[in-house]
């Protein structure tokens, strides 16, 4: 599974049109191309991950998932990532609160790199300064962050493949039977998506991953209509705004329980992407009856 096999009807469930098959393969092409190391340094040093301005982007999201987590309704064993990229900031706050952590992309290259930091092996990403700022919103203080890498590196328990256009996007058995209790996922279905319908149908089938009465949480591109995933490695995106995920959201029966919005800067439009703003939702799976949790 992943890399370059296109989503097909051999899982079951929703078959897709013809059309709608040649563009997700195009997409999967399309990433073929990603390369970690350029990804990286696009969006993850300064100015966008500047942890003196609280208006970086990075900041604001560690801020998002930091109160997400804190709230303390966000609870159980498992939390999913779904499309972690070459990335582990999403899960710095989730950590601390699940005991098993399951990481996913559909690349081998994405999967390879956050392999090498969980190995603690030389000349991957620093996630260092990450670390101690999610130490700080914690209130410990940043010299915590080699017991939260230490943590980190004992609760992710997998890296597994994945594709968000199959029904079943991971390996049956990967979870838990009843679903994860927490699914976080960045950037990835806008961005592996060809147009609105396969993004709704992609958090559908992502959605599923899911415990009734567990949580979603999704950060995303506003407004994107591509983003440089190498030097000459131009994905296209589907452009989303408060409207349209709404309705994506409703359609995959998820309540909204919280939406949250950042208006880049003119100084974080670097010109690796076209993105205007980003989105933050927490989002709870109902109940099989229809009741709390
Ligand atoms: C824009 S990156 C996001 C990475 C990271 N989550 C972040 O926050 O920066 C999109 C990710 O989706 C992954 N991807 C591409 N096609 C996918 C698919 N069909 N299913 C799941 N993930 C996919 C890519 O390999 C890439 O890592």
Redesign the pocket.
């Known amino acids: 599974m992943?890399d370059t096999a296109p989503?097909k009807e051999r899982d079951g469930g929703d078959a897709e049109e013809p059309a709608a098959r040649n563009s997700?393969a195009a997409?999967?092409r399309c990433?073929q191309g990603?390369d970690?190391a350029v990804?990286l340094q696009y969006?993850?040093t300064a100015p966008r991950a500047d942890f003196g301005r609280a208006d970086s982007i990075v900041p604001w999201?560690l801020a998002c998932l930091h109160e997400a987590f804190a709230e303390g309704d966000v609870k159980g064993e498992t939390l999913v990532?779904?499309?972690?990229?070459?990335?582990l900031?999403?899960v710095l706050s989730g950590c601390e609160v699940f005991g098993r952590v399951v990481l996913?992309?559909?690349?081998e290259?994405?999967r390879r790199e956050l392999r090498r930091w969980l190995a603690a092996e030389e000349g991957g990403f620093d996630w260092t300064p990450y670390l101690q700022h999610v130490c700080r919103l914690e209130g410990r203080g940043p010299s915590a962050w080699r017991e939260k890498a230490a943590r980190l590196r004992s609760v992710v328990s997998e890296v597994l493949p994945?594709?968000?256009?199959?029904p079943c996007?991971l390996a049956p058995g990967s979870l838990p039977a009843s679903g994860a209790d927490c699914l976080v996922?960045?950037?990835?279905?806008e961005?592996?998506s060809p147009d609105l319908g396969s993004f709704t149908q992609?958090l559908r089938h992502v959605t599923s991953l899911v415990r009734p009465g567990g949580h979603v949480l999704l950060?995303g591109a506003l407004g994107e209509t591509y983003?440089m995933?190498g030097r000459d490695v131009r994905?296209p995106v589907v452009p989303l705004d408060e409207a349209t995920l709404c309705g994506s959201l409703k359609a995959s029966g998820l309540e909204l329980l919280r939406l949250c919005i950042y208006t880049l800067p003119a100084d974080m439009r670097v010109g690796v992407d076209d993105v205007s703003g980003i989105f933050f939702i927490k989002a709870r799976k109902p109940q099989l009856g229809g009741g709390g949790d």
């Open positions: 992943g989503a997700i997409m999967a990433y990603f970690p990804y969006n993850y999201k990532d779904v499309g972690s990229g070459p990335t900031y999403q996913t992309d559909f690349l290259v994405n994945i594709d968000v256009h199959r996007p996922s960045s950037f990835c279905l961005s592996v992609a950060i983003y995933a994905v």
